[in-house]
């Protein structure tokens, strides 16, 4: 599965994660710059599940990103950066790899 992360600097050791997860990051958008909180061209070509770092996004550029997802039928998950929030939203979340039980937050 290929996964687009959209918000923080830096990602730390979460890539590292995700791949453990069976889950490859397409592509990293900070969502620092104002051009990348607008992002009118949708997601990046591949995209199976959008991750949306909570913390580090401001409210329109949520929105954008989720719609983006919605018009692609792409599921979202959204959490703080941190592994371990990350890891207990992949745990509930049924489409992804090496899930438990529940679902991911489905645009909306």
Known sequence: ?????I?????????????DRGIDVLRHISAREPAG???GQGLP??????????????????RSFRRAAQEQGIPVV????SVTCLMQCLDRCVLCPGAQAGSCALPD
């Open 1 to 5: 599965m290929k996964a687009t992360l």
């Open 7 to 19: 918000g923080a600097d830096r990602l730390g050791n979460i890539p590292q994660a995700l791949l």
């Open 37 to 39: 909180q607008r992002r």
């Open 45 to 62: 070509a591949g995209t199976e599940l959008l991750i949306l770092f909570t913390d580090f996004l401001n409210h329109n550029a949520m």
């Open 78 to 81: 959204a959490c703080r950066r």
